[in-house]
């Protein structure tokens, strides 16, 4: 965002403190209207030219997302990759619904996970109302024809657990430094990370009784404890 506001010639500048109150409303270009019409930019933006400009802003915002991505330079967070491919190899469905521009999902399904089948992503604009809404969920559901019960989710923002929570799935959540404040109470797990066996291991927050928990979480640990 800051880069792309930079481009655009303006100086504000969001901090990391800033930019988590901002995750309470889902989606870049809500975010950047609510900065708008809150804080105000640097310089005014007439309402008529509103819609249009911050459009191509988040257009550009996406386009060096990808850049970073594609260039390794936001690497996937611990334990990702692994859990996604013993789900793979445990013959489950994965998918991914996501408030993120289409691009940027894209970016890292078919860019960064390229040895991952995804059976679904649901990503942008593809449901009228975001999270917290339960909508990209139940589309997701209606689409694979699973039953909330079938389904873990895997989140990490208090919007995402509530909308998984309405939706009705299990809810595994993996914290970060700009959620780890929130309510994530709605989870049924809560780790820091989901933990690799040679790298970087999580910490249980919650749940999880009854799993031998060695800083990795895993799949098949998770399939046995919501049976």
């Not at 270009?29 to 005014?44: A, D, L, V």
């Not at 989901?194 to 060695?214: H, T, V």
Request: net charge negative; proline share 3%.
């Amino acid at each position: 965002f800051n880069m792309t506001f930079k481009e655009f010639g303006f100086t504000d500048e969001w901090s990391v403190d800033y930019y988590h109150e901002l995750l309470q409303i889902a989606g870049g270009k809500e975010r950047m209207k609510h900065h708008n019409h809150t804080t105000g930019f640097s310089k005014p933006i007439a309402a008529e030219e509103e819609d249009e400009l911050v459009k191509a802003m988040h257009k550009r915002k996406t386009a060096l997302f990808v850049e970073l991505i594609e260039t390794g330079k936001l690497p996937l967070r611990p334990g990702i990759h692994r859990f996604m491919k013993e789900a793979m190899d445990a013959g489950l469905l994965i998918g991914v619904c996501t408030t993120s521009n289409e691009q940027a999902a894209k970016a890292i399904t078919e860019k960064v996970l390229t040895d991952i089948k995804f059976d679904i992503v649901l990503a942008g604009d593809v449901v009228e109302k975001k999270k917290p809404d339960p909508a990209i969920y139940n589309l997701a559901l209606a689409k694979t024809g699973l039953k909330p019960e079938e389904v873990i989710v895997v989140e990490d923002s208090k919007n995402g657990v509530l909308a998984a929570k309405a939706a009705g799935t299990h809810i595994v959540v993996t914290t970060n430094h700009y959620t780890e404040k929130e309510d994530l109470s709605g989870g049924d797990i809560i780790v820091t990370c989901l933990g690799d066996p040679d790298g970087e291991k999580g910490q249980l927050r919650k749940g999880g009784a009854g799993i031998e928990y060695d800083g990795v979480l895993r799949v098949k640990q998770l399939i046995d404890y919501f049976s």
